[in-house]
């Protein structure tokens, strides 16, 4: 049976994510994670329920599961709210960025908004019209 720093650092490399990637998403410092990866005490098998608590709501995975290995590993969170905390964890993230970079985010997701809706009337208006397009055969 693995430990609970093992299924932790499982977690993590399941994501492809470095220490410092999975340290932000869950809002600990990279050192932290090492340590707590590592079995560093404090955190040789005893992890603080916050750092639980932050590691299963950013990836949903069951609490139960990384804290006993017992159980199903994905949480059963329904998609709606699983979404909401994805949601709320970019919100959480968004303001501890300093003002300048609130606004490059902001100016990132109008961007990618507008492309999305180009995709979609593209695709739209990809299936009418065809025979008027310069490319079609006579």
């Keep these: 049976m693995t430990t609970i720093n093992e299924r932790l650092k499982d977690i993590r490399k399941t994501h492809g994510q470095t220490l410092a990637e999975f340290g932000k998403a869950i809002g600990y410092h990279l050192s932290t994670v090492s340590q707590v990866e590592r079995a560093v005490p404090p955190y040789n098998n005893k992890i603080d329920d916050r750092y639980i608590l932050a590691v299963s709501r950013a990836y949903n995975v069951s609490e139960q599961w990384i804290r ?40 990132l997701a109008k961007a990618l908004i507008a492309e999305e809706e180009a995709k979609k009337k593209a695709a739209d208006d990809g299936g009418q019209g065809d025979s008027a397009s310069p490319n079609a055969d006579a």
């Design 68 to 107: 006993t290995g017992e159980g199903e590993v994905q949480a059963s969170v329904p998609a709606a709210d699983a979404e909401a905390l994805r949601a709320q964890m970019v919100v959480e993230m968004y303001r501890e960025l300093s003002p300048k970079s609130q606004a490059m985010i902001i100016n």
